[in-house]
């Protein structure tokens, strides 16, 4: 069983900054894709950044040059630096993380955390 949770999120004012934090624990061989969502109530999840096993990065329009994912070398963590935020970066942030386990492959998730910009 692979445990997945997400932290670090808050109440910032716009052009605040937060680091998220998704953490992967239990029976894990590799890790291949983590990916943090977004989910705004009665709007689709959209992705927001994405970071694959050997460090290659993809991020939705609106954050690059604003948000920065990153692997903890040695862990499995990742983490998800938030600067300049505006108040349409507000939402739930969800992380999965594609792991495999030695038997299989397979993504797992936690519950998120809330980012809440205003002023």
């Known amino acids: 069983q692979v445990r997945v949770v997400e932290s670090g999120g808050g109440v910032v004012p716009p052009g605040g900054s937060l680091m998220l934090t998704c953490a992967a624990s239990?029976?894990?061989?590799?890790?291949?894709?983590v990916t943090w969502y977004r989910q705004v109530s009665g709007k689709e999840r959209e992705l927001v950044a994405s970071?694959?096993?050997?460090?290659?990065?993809n991020y939705k329009d609106s954050v690059k040059g604003r948000f920065t994912i990153s692997r903890e070398t040695g862990r499995n963590t990742v983490n998800l630096n938030m600067n300049n935020l505006n108040s349409e970066d507000t939402g739930l942030y969800l992380c999965?993380?594609?792991?495999?386990?030695?038997?299989?492959?397979?993504?797992?998730g936690g519950q998120g955390t809330q980012v809440t910009v205003f002023s």
């Open positions: 970071i694959s096993g050997d460090g290659r990065t």
């Open positions: 999965t993380v594609d792991a495999t386990n030695g038997v299989s492959r397979r993504t797992y």
């Open positions: 239990g029976r894990i061989r590799s890790i291949n894709v």
